[in-house]
């Protein structure tokens, strides 16, 4: 009986450093200088676009696919990349680190939180994910859902995804039609589409 008892004991043992062995995640942490984060957005008379800075981030990554991972982005290295003005292209993001847009005074990053992933297969070399999770901007959290592939190898991952998410849930409202009537052509629409072409190394 006691050679039975230690025998179950044994066995439950190996199994349990073997699953853990098995299955522990694999930590990627982001590179920062090989990482890019776009942002687009549009107005009635035309539109604009430029880039954020990653301050950080990672990913976790079991038996080759991601599950899970986040990152932080800069919001004090925000430009714009169409006015070539020097002046003009200051003013304007002079204004959107002001309260009108994102604070950023008051709240100098934004993160991505991956809360849920769900792999959709194989297109070419790459793995594709649809990624949900939670976004926050101006100290206010709300979910997002986005398509994303990956590729790589056992040393390095490279990710690419667009997300678009409505400002005016993040209570960024200058110039919204969904709250000031009578806007005309100062009307700045509310979709703004962030462009992640993102590195992780291990």
């Avoid at 976790?60 to 003005?85: A, L, P, Q, R, Y």
């Avoid at 649809?130 to 997002?144: M, Q, Y």
Wanted: charged content about 30%; proline content about 0%; hydrophobic content about 40%.
């Amino acid at each position: 009986m006691k050679r039975f008892l230690s025998s179950i004991i044994g066995a439950v043992v190996l199994l349990t450093v073997f699953a853990f062995t098995t299955f522990k995640a694999d930590t990627y942490k982001a590179d920062v200088k090989e990482s890019k984060i776009g942002w687009f957005a549009k107005k009635v008379t035309g539109q604009h676009n430029g880039y954020v800075n990653l301050k950080e981030g990672f990913i976790s990554v079991e038996k080759g696919k991601i599950t899970g991972g986040e990152f932080t982005m800069d919001m004090e290295s925000i430009n714009c990349e169409d006015i070539k003005d020097a002046g003009m292209n200051g003013k304007l993001v002079g204004h959107l680190k002001s309260d009108d847009f994102f604070s950023v005074a008051k709240n100098p990053t934004a993160k991505f939180v991956i809360k849920k992933v769900e792999y959709t297969g194989k297109k070419g070399n790459d793995d594709t994910y649809n990624l949900s999770g939670d976004l926050t901007i101006k100290g206010i959290t709300n979910s997002v859902t986005f398509d994303a592939k990956t590729s790589g190898n056992g040393k390095k991952i490279t990710a690419a995804a667009k997300l678009t998410f409505d400002r005016t849930l993040w209570k960024i409202e200058f110039r919204s039609g969904k709250i000031f009537e009578n806007l005309g052509d100062k009307l700045i629409y509310d979709d703004v589409e962030l462009t992640l072409n993102m590195t992780f190394v291990k």
